[in-house]
C-alpha cells in the first residue's frame, strides 16, 4: 500500500520539480534575452547618435531622398544654410535650388541611380538661398536600409566647388 501511495504521489511530484527547472532555466534565459536586447540598444543608439553628428557637422549639404516618391526625408544643416530650407519640411521639392538648365539631367540621374543602384555624379550650378551661383559636385548613390531588397533612399551629397570653378575659369 505505502509503495502504491509513493507510485502515486512520486510521478507527478517528479514531473512538478522537473518543471519548476524549466521555469527557472526560462526565466534566466528570458533576463539574458533582455539584456542583451539592452546592450544591443545602447549600441544602435550610439551609433544612430554618430551618424548623426557626422551628418550635420558635414561641410557638404547631404539630402536624404525616398527611393519611392523623390521627396526629401532629410537635410542637414549644411543644406538649411546653404539653400534657406526647413529640416523639418519632409515633403521639400529639392530640386527648387537646382538651376533650371540642369534640372533634366539631375532628374535624369536620380532616375538611374533608382533603376541601376549605381552611384552616380555630376557637376552642376545651383542657387543659394541668398540668390548666389553655387556650382557642385553632385554625387547620389543608394541606401538600401535594412533590407537588400529595393532601395529605401538616396543619398545625395553636394559639395561646394565653386571656387575651383572661378578659378579654372579665371
Same mark, same amino acid.
Given at each position: 500500500h505505502e509503495l502504491r501511495v509513493l507510485e502515486l504521489f512520486g510521478d507527478p511530484a517528479a514531473l512538478a520539480i522537473f518543471n519548476a527547472g524549466l521555469v527557472e532555466r526560462i526565466q534566466e534565459q528570458n533576463e539574458a534575452l533582455e539584456e542583451r536586447v539592452a546592450e544591443r540598444t545602447a549600441e544602435? %543608439?550610439?551609433? =544612430? %547618435?554618430s551618424v548623426e553628428a557626422i551628418l550635420d557637422n558635414s561641410s557638404d549639404a547631404i539630402i536624404i531622398l525616398s527611393a519611392e516618391t523623390g521627396r526629401a526625408e532629410r537635410i542637414n544643416r549644411t543644406a538649411v544654410r546653404w539653400f534657406g530650407m526647413s529640416p523639418n519640411d519632409? %515633403? $521639400?521639392?529639392?530640386? =527648387?535650388f537646382i538651376a533650371a538648365e540642369s534640372q533634366a539631367a539631375v532628374s535624369? @540621374?536620380?532616375a538611374r541611380v533608382v533603376?541601376?543602384?549605381?552611384?552616380?555624379r555630376q557637376e $552642376?550650378?545651383?542657387r543659394a538661398a541668398d540668390g548666389a551661383v553655387m556650382y557642385v559636385d553632385l554625387a547620389m548613390t543608394i541606401d538600401r536600409g535594412a533590407g537588400a531588397g529595393r532601395p529605401a533612399r538616396v543619398? @545625395? =551629397?553636394l559639395r561646394d566647388i565653386t571656387v575651383r570653378k572661378q578659378a579654372l575659369s579665371a
Amino acid at each position: 500500500h505505502e509503495l502504491r501511495v509513493l507510485e502515486l504521489f512520486g510521478d507527478p511530484a517528479a514531473l512538478a520539480i522537473f518543471n519548476a527547472g524549466l521555469v527557472e532555466r526560462i526565466q534566466e534565459q528570458n533576463e539574458a534575452l533582455e539584456e542583451r536586447v539592452a546592450e544591443r540598444t545602447a549600441e544602435l %543608439q550610439d551609433v =544612430s %547618435q554618430s551618424v548623426e553628428a557626422i551628418l550635420d557637422n558635414s561641410s557638404d549639404a547631404i539630402i536624404i531622398l525616398s527611393a519611392e516618391t523623390g521627396r526629401a526625408e532629410r537635410i542637414n544643416r549644411t543644406a538649411v544654410r546653404w539653400f534657406g530650407m526647413s529640416p523639418n519640411d519632409v %515633403q $521639400l521639392n529639392w530640386r =527648387s535650388f537646382i538651376a533650371a538648365e540642369s534640372q533634366a539631367a539631375v532628374s535624369a @540621374c536620380y532616375a538611374r541611380v533608382v533603376a541601376t543602384g549605381q552611384p552616380e555624379r555630376q557637376e $552642376l550650378e545651383v542657387r543659394a538661398a541668398d540668390g548666389a551661383v553655387m556650382y557642385v559636385d553632385l554625387a547620389m548613390t543608394i541606401d538600401r536600409g535594412a533590407g537588400a531588397g529595393r532601395p529605401a533612399r538616396v543619398i @545625395c =551629397s553636394l559639395r561646394d566647388i565653386t571656387v575651383r570653378k572661378q578659378a579654372l575659369s579665371a
